[in-house]
Nanobody, 114 residues
Framework: QVQLVESGGGLVQVGGSLRLSCAAS????????MGWYRQAPGKQRELVAT???????NYGDSVKGRFTISGDNAKNTVYLQMNNLQPEDTAVYYC????????WGQGTQVTVSS
């Protein structure tokens, strides 16, 4: 059974940084795409960033210039470096992967306090 396990969330002050990690287990093929989505209370889940083939990157407009996605395609791992965090970044962050079908992690809470 394929599982995506996130780590690295937490509480941070405005302007601070966090690094999220996601590792896949139970998989014997490489994902085509890995990335991150987030969902704040009362809002729809939105794109944060995705990486395809280890190099083709797409960012959501609200995080461009502040967040950086990276990954190890061979190991099915993905990371998200989040800098200059703002209160509006507070959300549950979900690891996402696609390979024959969509996969989602359980989510990790990121809270930015002012």
């Amino acid at each position: 059974q394929v599982q995506l396990v996130e780590s690295g969330g937490g509480l941070v002050q405005v302007g601070g940084s966090l690094r999220l990690s996601c590792a896949a287990s139970g998989i014997i093929f490489r994902f085509d795409i890995m990335g991150w989505y987030r969902q704040a209370p009362g809002k729809q889940r939105e794109l944060v960033a995705t990486i395809r083939g280890g190099s083709k990157i797409n960012y959501g407009d609200s995080v461009k210039g502040r967040f950086t996605i990276s990954g190890d395609n061979a190991k099915n791992t993905v990371y998200l470096q989040m800098n200059n965090l703002q209160p509006e970044d507070t959300a549950v962050y979900y690891c996402y992967a696609n390979g024959r079908r969509d996969y989602w992690g359980q989510g990790t809470q990121v809270t930015v306090s002012s």
